[in-house]
């Protein structure tokens, strides 16, 4: 719970500071919910980074970041893990 209360507090902090702040999405080629997510992003003017897994070494690094993770996307803000696509999408309308 507490996990999840940081996640929703710099999720809002983020919202906030949307203009100067990057997310960072891990991602794969031809990826519905990787499209959906960018997607989203760009309605609600977020920037954000994309790194694809099909390199190896970024692959590395998601899998350090998030070890659980068995599905793209993974969106990341600073530290904070937000999570796929239904996590993000979950996220910004709590925050409206
Ligand atoms: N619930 C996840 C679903 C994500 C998902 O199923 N992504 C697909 C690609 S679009 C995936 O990674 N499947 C496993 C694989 O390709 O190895 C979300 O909302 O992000």
Partial sequence: ???KTQRV???ALMKVARF???LVMYSK???PFCERAK???TEHNYQY???NVVNPEIKTELLKRFPEAKTVPQIFFEDSH???YTELKNYLEQSL
Avoid: E, H, R
């Fill in 82 to 84: 937000i999570g796929g």
């Fill in 29 to 31: 080629d031809s990826c």
């Fill in 39 to 41: 997607a989203l992003l």
């Fill in 1 to 3: 719970m507490k996990a």
């Fill in 9 to 11: 507090t710099s999720f």
């Fill in 20 to 22: 100067n702040m990057t």
């Fill in 49 to 51: 980074v994309v790194k």
